[in-house]
T-cell receptor, first 112, second 115 residues
Framework: GNSVTQMEGPVTLSEEAFLTINCTYT??????LFWYVQYPGEGLQLLLK?????DKGSNKGFEATYRKETTSFHLEKGSVQVSDSAVYFC???????????FGAGTRLAVHP | EAQVTQNPRYLITVTGKKLTVTCSQN?????MSWYRQDPGLGLRQIYY???????DKGDVPEGYKVSRKEKRNFPLILESPSPNQTSLYFC??????????????FGNGTRLTVT
């Protein structure tokens, strides 16, 4: 079946530190991969996506590369800010209609 | 402003008392969906709708009903709520049912507590 596994949080970093949040997936076929971000008290927002192997999604300084050989889609940012504190969800769309399979989420806390 | 609006934001109820959580979108989206978010489990799809009068079960539909009489509205109905339905609920919509180029827009969530 289809599933997404994320590293457990919380992840606590100092401002300007390098961020990596690991995400691996299991899927049949060729899924699209996504990162969503949830700020406190809000719904999820699409952060970035990649629709095929070796694609790199990027937005707001965040990047993730679709690695088919390792079935991974790790999220990275070179220098985090306090405003990046949120919960990050990795997700896949196995294809067909617009259904997302989500990971459990990783809480990021950035302190000054 | 383009948005998905859910009401209420917070709801506390008792076991067995029927309730409805409303969801409305103003983007003329075809596709709408309900998810529940639970700690350690991420978001799981409850029901979805590809268009007016077209609905289908997601991964965790037991204990829920939905309807899609108008394109903009997609209410979630709990006929007889139970404590295991205590959760954070999200409504989402997208322009089309094809996800790769039609990102989901989420509401701000409804936190439901069933005692």
């Amino acid at each position: 079946g289809n599933s997404v596994t994320q590293m457990e949080g919380p992840v606590t970093l100092s401002e300007e530190a390098f961020l990596t949040i690991n995400c691996t997936y299991t899927a049949t076929g060729y899924p699209s991969l996504f990162w969503y971000v949830q700020y406190p008290g809000e719904g999820l927002q699409l952060l970035l996506k990649a629709t095929k192997a070796d694609d790199k999604g990027s937005n707001k300084g965040f990047e993730a590369t679709y690695r088919k050989e390792t079935t991974s889609f790790h999220l990275e940012k070179g220098s985090v800010q306090v405003s990046d504190s949120a919960v990050y969800f990795c997700a896949l769309n196995p294809g067909g209609y617009n259904k997302l399979i989500f990971g459990a989420g990783t809480r990021l806390a950035v302190h000054p | 402003e383009a948005q998905v609006t859910q009401n209420p934001r917070y709801l506390i109820t008792v076991t067995g008392k029927k309730l409805t959580v409303t969801c409305s979108q103003n983007m003329n989206h075809e596709y709408m969906s309900w998810y529940r978010q639970d700690p350690g489990l991420g978001l799981r799809q409850i029901y979805y709708s590809m268009n007016v009068e077209v609905t289908d079960k997601g991964d965790v539909p037991e204990g829920y009903k939905v309807s899609r009489k108008e394109k903009r509205n997609f209410p979630l109905i709990l006929e007889s709520p139970s404590p295991n339905q205590t959760s954070l609920y999200f409504c989402a919509s997208s322009f089309s049912r094809q996800g790769n180029n039609s990102p989901l827009h989420f509401g701000n969530g409804t936190r439901l507590t069933v005692t």
